[in-house]
């Protein structure tokens, strides 16, 4: 029960007197959310403003993404450098934090803003430079693995993520000392713990990337499911500071930080992105809000929080489905796992009649109900969520079975160009089919070895 010590506390802070005689801090929501809100606001007008510039930027120097009448949704050519724009807006939110206070009473013994690691900034430069290499002069799969892992790797040589595994670690081995008590307890500081927690956080700044970036197939689309997500995001992060007390102000504020920044940087981009899109995230943005959103999730893996970690991953379901289903369906269908392709969720459908607009809306009620599962779990025992989580994915899982979305049957074309009279229709190609797409020079590959200038392209 709160003492009554609480009305001599400041504005959002409740006290309440501990076992030992100190003084636990809890905060209110205000309390938490009012010191970090300009990071929205710098960064929703940064990127709001930016990306106007951005666009003309890239028609200046031909950066434009050209339809190829076969896999890209458009019909005409489209400007690319939109998340330049989102990154500059991320940038600039996080850079007025040294001017802002900290949602704690004042102390003269603690910082007086928050402390942001700088490898959370210098992974993102990577992942953006990447991003934009690629929508310049194209880059191959490997190299953009490899990148990532760069980036991922500059988090944990600062000591990010390097105990993101404890969580999973600390039940473990407390349930096995009791079964065989010989096995010694490690700390989190043993070098399992360290390359567990390495080897989780490559995995996930990797997958968050590839998850974004193969989502970013329609206009709108993957700016505003990240919007939902972020959202989310910003909803564990505050409902955790509210609860873990004033020792962990800066891990908690950091956390909410990245988020309102995140979000205000997606939010001004999204009017210039959505049906019909006069300008293009590409690459940059894409793994751009793939790598911020990996990030969190294991911001929020760090906080010895199991689950606010499971929360954080379910808001991220979505992408993560849609990537699992083209890999699976890749691999099934012995095709290589970076072949390009039209079956990715959204592309199923628009297939089955919704439009572009209807599309992008469906999914972002989709997004906003993998938000609310997520949040689900601050309310509920993690078992019980656990069950609903498994019931729930089991279901897709089928429902995607079943919809077709693994198996498929190949149909043969060859890439011309846009002006050639001789272009391929593939409107009547039977549902559940697979067009792949060679340039005329490109011999038939061998199956499941892709070469160069080939991709794949599911029609329905």
Known sequence: MVSAGIFNC?????GNASADGGMMRYFTWDGVLSPYIYV?????????LFTPVMRTVASYYGIIDQPDAARKMHSSPVAYLGGMAVFMGWLAGLAIVQFLGVHRPPDPAMPKSLNINFAIVVGACIIVVLGLWDDVLRINP????????AAAVALLTSGVGTRASWIFVAPVQVRLHHTFPQIPM??????LVLALSSIMVISVIVACCNATNLMDGLDGLCGGVTGVISFGFLFLAVHLATMSGALRANDDGVRVVLALALLGAVLGFIPYNFNPASIFMGDTGSMFLGYSCGTMIILFAEGDFPKWFLASVVMFALPVLDTVLAFARRWVNKRHLFSADRH????????????????VIISYALAVGFAGLGALIVYVRTRYAAAIYLVVFGSIGVAA????MVHEKVVKTRRRHMDDGSLTTVANVQPATVLEVRDDDTPAPQPGVPRSGQMWVDVE
Request: proline share 2%; glycine share 8%.
């Open 344 to 359: 990715h969720l959204h592309h199923q459908l628009v297939n089955r009649g919704f439009t572009i607009k209807q599309t």
């Open 186 to 191: 490690v700390s989190q500081d043993h070098w």
């Open 40 to 48: 929205f606001y710098v960064a929703y007008i940064v990127a709001f």
């Open 142 to 149: 490997r190299a953009k693995i490899f990148g990532q892992t």
């Open 10 to 14: 400041p504005l959002g802070v409740l």
């Open 401 to 404: 079975y079943k919809m077709g």
